[in-house]
Each structure stands twice: as structure tokens, then as C-alpha cells.
């Protein structure tokens, strides 16, 4: 279903800033290198200056979603994001891996950081995205709980917002079994418009890629979303320590210099993109080309 954009607008897109710092390494990875946790500090002292400017230059407002560790540990970095009108999401405490939690620990761990973001920076987040993009199956109805809008850490779309269903019973053999939708809207990613698995690496594990690879996917679905989606959103990821290297925050302004180059794109924060979704029947969606339904 599109999405009601303002006025004048065919395609939302969303580059947002996981700002983990520290948090991804001994949250993720289970590592505390001291090596590692300095591509962490790398991010927050190089990158997010370099990513703030890159996005001021353009008048990019977006939403970066930010561990509690890392706010804690990196005060100053998240006054300056927040100075220059972003958008603050919940992502975890210290990054911790979803899947993994006890109920108990998943619910004391959301509660902590809903304190935290108001203790620390005076105000509930909208939306959440799970560190790592994994969920347990009682986390989106743990987010509903606690008022949470939106969530960004499925993949069940691309284009379009979705209620997003969790897998309730799983049968080898006779098919699986839907839950009912959630309340709370998916705004869907993928692992294809995130910088961290092409450009990345860890203890030599031979991921990094071209840059020019991922410009060139993350430019061919840009212009299959514009031209063939209208009313469509996109949800890009980058990592200030992963982007804010030269090459890679390059790579990132030729990217969006090619979006900008396009009428009707509208860079947009997530909750911007949530408050556009209506469940009942959208307005029309201007638009020159062939219309919906959006190809799946
Ligand atoms: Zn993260």
C-alpha cells in the first residue's frame, strides 16, 4: 500500500545512522579489543562529524538510531546530532543481541533504555531497531507494551511500510503458521542497503567489497523503487565508523547527490515516513508511470 507522501513527493528515503560506537563490538561480536574499540571512538570523533556535515551540505534531517552505551559514552557526538535536528531511535543498551534474551531481560533492557533516552536526552523515541536487525518473537508485541510506533528491523518488504507478522509455529512438514499482525508499523530494511556487512571486516574475516559495488546496488534499487514504486519509502543503514572512511563516505555523496538529482524524493526521518502510513485507503499518488500494485 502507498504511502499518503506530502505534496509533490513520489519516493521517501530514509539514509539513517546506526551510531554504535563501542556498543556493536562487545554487544555483537563479544569482543573488547582494544583494537576494535577504537573503530568504535573512530566513529564517533571522525565519522559522525564527517556524516553530519555530508548530510548538512545536502539539508538532510534523518534518524540515528542510538544504543544508550553510546549516548552514555559519547555525550557530546549525540549533542551535536541532535543539535543539528535528527531524529534519535532506541537501539538497545549496550547492542545486545535480541535473540538471545529471556523474556524478562528483553522487557528489563527495552524499560532501561526508554529511561535512559528520557534521563539523558529528555524524550521517549518513537521507534526502535534492533541491534543487529534480530528479534525475538516477542519483541514486536513488547514494543506494542510500551508504545512504541514503529519498528525497523524486519525484511518482509522494501517499498512499503507493513504490519508485521511473527511466525508463530513452525512445521517442517505441514507448513508454518502465522501470529495476527502487529500494532506497531514495520518500516522495513535489508541487509542490501546497509553499509556494514560490504565495507566491513572482523578478525580478518575477508567481507570488505568495493564501494563501487554497493553504490551500484544501492544506486539500481534507487532507481527501481523511483521509477517503478511511486509512494514507496526506502531504508537505507550506514555506520559513521563504517562510512565516514574516505572511500566510503565518497561513495555515500555520490549516492545521494544521484537521489538528489531526481524530482519528488523526499529525505525524510523514519517517524515522518510512519506518520504518512494510513491502514484505511490512501489518497492518490501523483505519478507519470504505470502504477500499483508495487511489484513483490
Ligand atoms: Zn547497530
Known amino acids: 500500500m502507498p504511502l499518503n507522501l506530502p505534496e509533490g513527493k513520489r519516493l521517501a528515503i530514509s539514509v539513517g545512522a546506526d551510531f554504535d560506537a563501542h556498543s556493536v563490538w562487545h554487544g555483537t561480536f563479544r569482543s573488547v579489543s582494544q583494537t576494535d574499540l577504537s573503530r568504535g571512538e573512530f566513529g564517533a570523533m571522525v565519522g559522525v562529524p564527517r556524516l553530519l556535515n555530508t548530510l548538512a551540505q545536502r539539508g538532510i ?7 544508550t552505551h553510546t549516548i552514555q559514552t559519547f555525550r557530546p557526538q549525540v549533542d551535536a546530532i541532535v543539535e543539528h535536528g535528527h531524529e534519535i531511535a532506541a537501539h538497545g543498551v549496550y547492542h545486545e543481541y535480541v535473540p ?10 527495552l524499560e532501561l533504555q526508554l529511561r535512559q533516552h528520557e534521563e539523558l536526552l529528555g524524550r521517549r523515541p518513537q521507534g526502535y531497531r534492533s541491534p543487529a536487525l534480530d528479534v525475538t518473537p516477542v519483541t514486536l508485541d513488547l514494543l506494542a507494551e510500551l508504545d512504541f510506533e514503529w519498528d525497523s528491523s524486519l525484511m518482509g518488504r522494501d517499498v512499503t511500510p507493513y504490519r508485521p507478522r511473527m511466525v508463530e509455529k513452525i512445521d517442517f512438514e505441514q507448513g508454518n503458521t502465522f501470529g495476527p499482525p502487529s500494532r506497531v508499523l514495520e518500516l522495513p530494511v535489508s541487509w542490501t542497503l546497509d553499509d556494514f556487512p560490504e565495507l566491513e ?4 574475516n575477508a567481507l570488505m567489497q568495493s564501494a563501487d559495488a ?15 514504486c511511486p509512494g514507496g519509502m526506502l531504508a537505507f543503514i550506514v555506520h559513521p565508523q563504517t562510512i565516514g572512511r574516505p572511500a566510503n563516505l565518497l561513495m555515500l555523496e555520490r549516492f545521494l547527490d544521484h537521489v538528489a538529482t531526481h524530482d519528488g524524493v523526499w529525505f525524510a526521518t523514519l517517524t515522518q515516513i510512519f506518520e504518512c502510513w494510513s491502514d484505511s485507503e490512501p489518497g492518490p499518488v501523483k505519478s507519470s508511470q504505470e502504477d500499483h500494485p508495487f511489484p513483490m
Open 61 to 67: 534531517t534523518t534518524t540515528w538510531c542510538i544504543p
Open 100 to 109: 538471545k534474551l529471556e523474556l524478562d531481560e528483553e522487557r528489563r533492557l
Open 201 to 204: 571486516t572482523f578478525k580478518g
Open 214 to 228: 554497493l553504490l551500484r546496488r544501492w544506486t539500481d534499487t534507487f532507481n527501481f523503487a523511483y521509477e517503478r
